[in-house]
């Protein structure tokens, strides 16, 4: 019964910053890697950036290095995505997921995680 709840997507011109949370809850471990990760129309699912639960292991993907920024908040069960510098290239639906019993962030694939939320849109136009 993992649940991940993405929010705070949206619409904002090039240049311009959104912050996503995602809501975790229904973890039955305190170890576990986290991430968000994004998908395009017409394009493949892409890790954005991941992170562990018990370190400060990350990993980011070389278009958002530099712009973005990935925190999480373990008490809370909360994980943020702080976007800068937005780039209409960056509009994708933004999904939350989680692959629990690891701390190995590893390169962030999609295919390592195990439960994902409904994800949130995000749009960089004008």
């Known amino acids: 019964q993992v649940q991940l709840v993405e929010s705070g997507g949206g619409l904002v011109q090039p240049g311009g910053s959104l912050r996503l949370s995602c809501a975790a809850s229904?973890?039955?471990?305190?170890?576990?890697?986290i991430g968000w990760f994004r998908q395009a129309p017409g394009k493949e699912r892409e890790g954005v950036s991941c992170i562990s639960s018990s370190d400060e292991s990350t990993y980011y993907a070389d278009s958002v290095k530099g712009r973005f920024t990935i925190s999480r908040d373990n008490a809370k069960n909360t994980l943020v995505l702080q976007m800068n510098s937005l780039k209409p290239e960056d509009t994708a639906v933004y999904y939350c997921a989680v692959h629990p019993y690891t701390v190995v962030v590893g390169t962030c694939a999609p295919y390592e995680y195990d439960y994902w939320g409904q994800g949130t849109q995000v749009t960089v136009s004008s």
């Open positions: 229904g973890f039955t471990t305190d170890y576990y890697t």
